[in-house]
């Protein structure tokens, strides 16, 4: 079955640029996370949706960050006026029903690089 | 609040020997607790999880995990480590209380010697 499908796996671009970034979940998977692992580092969490709207956004770091996922499947996280400090894998995954304890599944990641 | 420490950025052994990776986490409510593998330009799978119904978990891969709450640990073990053992193993733990996204450690670089 599929996993978690993220794309890119990798974009280029220049400070100050805007970026998106997209995460397909698995299917019927109401749970989803968004989390950025820089160097040497442990993932950190950015946000949570549950079905269309984000339970916890504790997680995103100012507002040139914000995500979307308008039909409760499909999410896009968006970075505006790119910084190199937002250089990072930015990781997506998917849980069944987002309980606490459920495990979740990761995708692959996006590896974004900021010149 | 929570947090999660792994005590050994970098881990060696000798393929064939024990496999010890050390996690200690701080949580205010009885935790939920997950090791996660991490190979080179992919994903986190997870390995195995804590949720209260067995102190000793046993994960894929031959690995486990005992939960000690007096040590307020929660550390990966495998009896014998194979070479393809070699990868970035993440500690995490989750509280929920409504926010329902995990707290990793920072991990460990398991190396496995021939």
């Known amino acids: 079955g599929a996993g978690v499908s993220q794309t890119p796996s990798n974009k280029v671009t220049e400070k100050g640029k805007y970026v998106e970034l997209r995460c397909d979940p698995i299917?019927?998977?109401?749970?989803l996370y968004w989390y950025r692992q820089s160097l040497g580092q442990g993932p950190e969490f950015l946000i949570y949706?549950?079905?269309?709207?984000?339970?916890?956004d504790s997680g995103l770091p100012n507002d040139r960050f914000f995500a979307v996922r308008p039909e409760g499947s499909v999410s896009t996280l968006k970075i505006q006026r790119t910084e190199r400090g937002d250089s990072a894998v930015y990781l997506c995954?998917?849980?069944?029903?987002?309980?606490?304890?459920?495990?979740?599944?990761f995708g692959d990641g996006t590896r974004l690089s900021i010149l | 609040a929570q947090s999660v420490t792994q005590l050994g950025s970098h881990v060696s052994v000798s393929e064939g020997a024990l496999v010890l990776l050390r996690c200690n986490y701080s949580?205010?409510?009885?935790?939920?607790l997950f090791w996660y593998v991490q190979y080179p330009n992919q994903g986190l799978q997870l390995l195995l999880k804590y949720t209260s119904a067995a102190t000793l978990v046993k994960g894929i891969n031959g690995f486990e995990a005992e939960f000690k709450k007096s040590e307020t640990s929660f550390h990966l073990t495998k009896p014998s480590a194979h070479m393809s053992d070699a990868a970035e193993y993440f500690c995490?733990?989750?509280?929920?209380?409504?926010?329902?996204?995990?707290?990793f450690g920072k991990g460990t670089h398991l190396i496995i010697q021939p």
């Open positions: 995490a733990v989750s509280s929920g209380g409504g926010a329902d996204g995990l707290t």
């Open positions: 299917s019927g998977h109401t749970a």
């Open positions: 949706f549950q079905g269309t709207g984000a339970a916890d």
């Open positions: 949580s205010s409510v009885p935790p939920y």
């Open positions: 995954a998917s849980s069944l029903t987002g309980g606490v304890g459920q495990p979740q599944h």
